[in-house]
């Protein structure tokens, strides 16, 4: 049986995940786009597991896909915007798993891209096993408590090419 598409429809909690990002993730745009926007459209966009332009699509008034990969462009500071994604991530957690002994997981994601990454984002390329037509990936790292078998994102890691399971484990935040 399949599992239903995740979805993060309920307001307050969409507020609060906003308001979050808000504070620990500040920016400036330009036009009429602004960050809560931002937010608003990469949250929905990711509790249901869909792209950031058909996000757009299916939102009244959101501005068109373009312009939100134009606002995100501008930040390219990975070890700052890692940093304040994890601050937001451990702003607010689950009382469940503040205090006590707790197990963790982590997670290799691979995103395939194509063509040449740009000398920012070359650190972050890697390569591995043919997937959706490329040998091409970024990496990220996700770690988890979990707690009644449910597991809670604690963390967010940007995997470097020549970082080992070791290395982004020691870069985790306290």
């Not at 330009?30 to 990469?42: M, N, R």
């Not at 304040?84 to 702003?91: P, T």
């Not at 963790?104 to 063509?115: F, H, S």
Request: charged share 25%; hydrophobic share 35%.
């Amino acid at each position: 049986m399949k599992n239903p598409a995740p979805a993060l429809t309920d307001k307050p909690a969409l507020e609060k995940v906003i308001t979050c990002m808000e504070k620990n993730i500040p920016q400036e745009t330009q036009g009429a786009c602004d960050w809560k926007t931002v937010f608003e459209i990469l949250t929905r966009a990711a509790a249901a597991g869909d792209s950031v332009a058909n996000t757009c699509r299916t939102m009244i008034d959101a501005p068109c896909g373009a312009n939100i990969h134009y606002h995100l462009e501008k930040y390219n500071d990975m070890n700052d915007l890692e940093e304040r994604i994890n601050r937001a991530i451990q702003m607010r957690p689950p009382p469940r798993i503040v205090n006590g002994e707790q197990s963790i997981a982590v997670d290799l994601n691979l995103i395939p891209y194509y063509g040449r990454p740009n000398p920012e984002e070359e650190p972050y390329s890697i390569s591995g096993q043919a997937e959706a037509s490329t040998c091409a990936f970024y990496a990220y790292a996700t770690v988890y408590v979990i707690r009644k078998n449910k597991r809670v994102t604690i963390a967010i890691i940007a995997v470097r090419h020549d970082e080992t399971a070791v290395s982004i484990i020691t870069r985790l935040p306290d």
